[in-house]
């Protein structure tokens, strides 16, 4: 559909702020407040509501007419998230493009922040990330600070300790439009994790730069309905898989990481031998690691059964995390 607001005459800003949306009216204004409250004030926010049926187009109608530099597209067919920030950044006028999600918060100063950041690194580096606390019912984590440093080390490189998680999450983002331009946009046959693919194009393409301290808040408490897409989770990661294994070819530990991953689920989603392939892979290449031996052992029990058992052992290990 047209972006109905082109009638509205809009100079061109330094950054536009995509932010997709369905079902999250609730939500949805905290979000939106999140970004329009920021320090720095250049910006337009384009939201994309797609398909929503709740009341979203009302309470877009209502943020609209209060704030003039949000611009809304209303897409009549559900196409996901990938679909929904690439028709936002169609939309884009601004020099940079960030990204925020209906159920997440900014804090304040983040994109002043990744401005100044940017700036300090000089003009060959076309992105920023942020960290960022992740609120969830049984924690809360800074994710980025140094204790998570193993594991999100954006210094590190792609490779044995690298950042390939890190990519994820894309509220933490603040991307030069010229560099979306030159790799592409979202790859919208990746259901879930396309944040993470693009991620990984944007790492060879341009130099990356980190504004310090969290930025803003992911709430998996009341949203993040994607992260528990597993079945979605194991079909993006053969994807990623096929267009940029070779990024980890240096890697046994990264490489049986992912070939685990996508073997336990499809072992679990799929009929047998569905998943054996991969999780042999990832033996091959770290032949004592117990839990890709259980997998295996797993891939031969009925896999509703073997679903069950593994979200028992889950639900242990989160109750003993607590405490409890």
């Known amino acids: 559909m047209a972006d109905p607001d082109t009638s509205r005459t809009q100079a061109a800003c330094t950054i536009s702020?995509?932010?997709?949306?369905?079902n999250r009216a609730r939500l949805l204004r905290r979000a939106v407040d999140s970004v329009l409250g920021q320090t720095f004030r250049d910006l337009?926010?384009?939201v994309v509501n797609d398909a929503s049926t709740d009341d979203t187009a009302a309470v877009l109608a209502e943020l609209q007419a209060q704030d003039a530099r949000i611009r809304v597209l209303h897409r009549e067919k559900n196409s996901g998230a990938a679909a929904a920030r690439n028709a936002g950044i169609a939309?884009?006028?601004?020099?940079?493009?960030?990204f925020q999600d209906d159920d997440d918060l900014w804090?304040?100063?983040?994109?002043?922040?990744?401005?100044?950041a940017l700036e300090a690194a000089g003009p060959e580096t076309g992105w920023c990330l942020s960290g960022y606390v992740r609120i969830e019912?049984?924690?809360?984590?800074?994710?980025?600070?140094?204790?998570?440093v193993r594991q999100l080390d954006w210094r590190g490189g792609?490779?044995?300790?690298?950042?390939?998680?890190?990519?994820?999450?894309?509220?933490?983002?603040?991307?030069k439009r010229s560099v979306l331009e030159q790799v592409g946009r979202f790859d919208e046959n990746v259901r879930s994790w396309d944040d993470w693919e693009l991620g990984l194009r944007l790492?060879?393409?341009?130099?990356?730069?980190?504004?310090?301290?969290?930025?803003?808040?992911?709430?998996?408490?009341?949203?993040?309905?994607?992260?528990?897409?597993e079945r979605a989770r194991g079909n993006d990661l053969q994807l990623i898989m096929r267009k940029h294994g070779a990024l980890w070819a240096g890697s046994r530990e990264v490489l049986a990481r992912h070939w685990y991953t996508i073997g336990r689920i499809l072992s679990l989603y799929d009929p047998a031998p569905a998943g054996r392939?991969?999780?042999?892979?990832?033996?091959a290449l770290k032949p004592w690691r117990l839990k890709t031996w259980a997998a295996i052992a797993l891939s031969y029990v009925d896999p509703a059964k073997a679903k069950s058992w593994t979200l028992a052992m889950r639900d242990r290990r989160l109750r003993k995390e607590r405490g409890e």
């Open 91 to 98: 939309m884009a006028r601004g020099e940079w493009v960030a």
């Open 203 to 229: 790492w060879q393409a341009t130099k990356l730069t980190v504004a310090p301290g969290p930025l803003w808040i992911q709430d998996r408490i009341q949203g993040a309905g994607l992260t528990k897409a």
């Open 277 to 283: 392939a991969e999780l042999r892979r990832a033996l």
């Open 44 to 46: 337009e926010l384009i």
């Open 107 to 116: 804090l304040v100063e983040k994109l002043e922040r990744q401005m100044q």
């Open 17 to 22: 702020v995509v932010l997709p949306t369905r």
């Open 158 to 175: 792609i490779g044995e300790g690298g950042p390939e998680w890190s990519l994820i999450s894309t509220p933490g983002w603040l991307v």
């Open 137 to 148: 019912t049984h924690r809360d984590t800074w994710v980025g600070s140094p204790f998570y």
